[in-house]
C-alpha cells in the first residue's frame, strides 16, 4: 500500500464504529476527527464527503463479515456443517460483533431505510448476499441428497437471515444474549430436520 492507501483504510477502519454505533445522522465531523485523529481537511483529502467516507466504512465492515463466514466455511464439506457454520457467524455478532455497535447490516438498514437511499441499497446488497450464500449451501445439498428433496432454498435463507437478525435485535435491545443463544438453539434444530436420514451415506458417495 501507499501512504495514501494506508491513512484512507485506517480512516475507514476507526470511522466504521462510529457510524455503526452513532448511525450516519448521528455521527458528527467532530466525532470522526476525534477517532481518526485527524483533522476535518485531512478527511476530506480522502474522501470527498461524508457520505462517501459512511459508505466506505460500512463496506469495511461488511468486508469484516465476509473474512469471518470465510473462515468459519473453510474445511467444511457436509451440507448441515456448512449451514450451522453460517448460523455460528451470525449468531455470534450478538456479542463479537464486526464492528462496535453490532450488525451494521441491521443498523444500516433500520436508519437508512427512508432517509438515506445509497446507505439502504449498500444494506439491501449486503442482506442479499447473505441470503444467496445460505441458499446456495441449502441448493447445493438438496442436489447432492444431503437434504430433503423438497427443500426450499429461498425459504431457509429468509428463515435463517431474518430469525437472526430479529435475535440480534431483541439482544441489543434488552441487553441480554439470551434472545440469540435461544433462536441459534432453534435454527440448529430446524436445519437438523432438514436433513436426510442417510444423509452421511449420500455425502460419503459424493466425495468417493
Not at 481537511?41 to 470465510?70: Q, T
Not at 453460517?86 to 450478538?94: C, P, Q, R, S
Amino acid at each position: 500500500m501507499t501512504k495514501g492507501e494506508r491513512t484512507r483504510r485506517r480512516i475507514v477502519e476507526r470511522a466504521a464504529p462510529v457510524f455503526n454505533t452513532r448511525g450516519y445522522f448521528g455521527a458528527s465531523m467532530g466525532d470522526l476527527v476525534r477517532e481518526t485523529g485527524l483533522e476535518k481537511g485531512g478527511i476530506y483529502n480522502h474522501f470527498g464527503s461524508k457520505e462517501e467516507l459512511a459508505l466506505a466504512a460500512f463496506d469495511y465492515s461488511v468486508g469484516v463479515m465476509s473474512e469471518r463466514f470465510d473462515e468459519a466455511l473453510e474445511g467444511r464439506m457436509g451440507t448441515l456443517e456448512k449451514l450451522l457454520a453460517v448460523v455460528g457467524v451470525l449468531g455470534g455478532m450478538a456479542e463479537d460483533p464486526p464492528v462496535r455497535g453490532g450488525c451494521p447490516v441491521l443498523n444500516t438498514a433500520i436508519e437508512a431505510d427512508d432517509a438515506h437511499r445509497a446507505l439502504k441499497e449498500r444494506a439491501r446488497g449486503a442482506a442479499t448476499d447473505w441470503l444467496r450464500l445460505v441458499g446456495s449451501i441449502v441448493k447445493e445439498g438438496v442436489a447432492s441428497g444431503e437434504l430433503e428433496g423438497g427443500t426450499d432454498p429461498r425459504k431457509v435463507a429468509s428463515v435463517v437471515v431474518a430469525t437472526l437478525e430479529g435475535a440480534l435485535m431483541l439482544s441489543k435491545l434488552n441487553d441480554d444474549p439470551a434472545h440469540m443463544e435461544r433462536a441459534v438453539e432453534h435454527l440448529e434444530e430446524y436445519l437438523r430436520s432438514l436433513s436426510r436420514p442417510d444423509a452421511g451415506s449420500a455425502q460419503a458417495g459424493r466425495g468417493s
